[in-house]
């Protein structure tokens, strides 16, 4: 079994998805691995999912963007209701996915496309107060890179 920040770590430097931000203390990382979101058009509200991780700890206190009238960080279920903040601890890889906590993107500025990109804004406020900035593009794709990697993976053993 491979260690969940070691792959992470992997999977970041290869897919240029993730980013890497080193804080002041030179192990502390904070990583923010396979950002995405839905297509919608524009005036709709879209979801963004991506797997974060500190190695310290922190929490996730606000997302922002251009590219929507409003945005919040939302719990599981149908009605998602908004959370204030999301813990994230040490060295815990905390997944935004369906079915799970997600970022909504409310009444978005422009219709967005398979495969466009939309910059987001995470800030991350760490045990001691200090607050981090850390730009984000989400890809907009139907499924997680992880769940086509998978799908991809299977349908190319079934081939042979």
């Not at 959370?83 to 978005?108: C, D, H, M, N, R």
């Not at 001691?128 to 794709?141: H, M, Q, S, W, Y």
Request: with cysteine.
């Amino acid at each position: 079994m491979h260690h969940p920040i070691r792959s992470i770590r992997v999977w970041t430097l290869t897919c240029g998805l993730g980013l890497v931000l080193l804080a002041s203390d030179a192990s502390a990382l904070f990583i923010v691995n396979q950002p995405w979101l839905l297509p919608a058009k524009s005036g709709q509200t879209t979801k963004s999912y991506m797997n974060l991780t500190s190695t310290d700890g922190a929490t996730l206190v606000a997302v922002r963007t251009d590219e929507a009238a409003a945005i919040a960080i939302r719990g599981p279920g149908k009605s998602g209701r908004a959370i204030a903040q999301l813990p994230l601890p040490a060295q815990t890889l905390v997944s935004l996915a369906p079915g799970k906590e997600y970022i909504a993107l409310v009444s978005l500025n422009r219709t967005v496309k398979l495969g466009e990109r939309v910059a987001l804004t995470l800030t991350i406020e760490e045990a001691d107060g200090t607050r981090k900035d850390i730009p984000v593009l989400a890809e907009a794709r139907m499924r997680s890179p992880e769940d086509d990697e998978a799908r991809a993976h299977h349908d190319h053993v079934h081939k042979h």
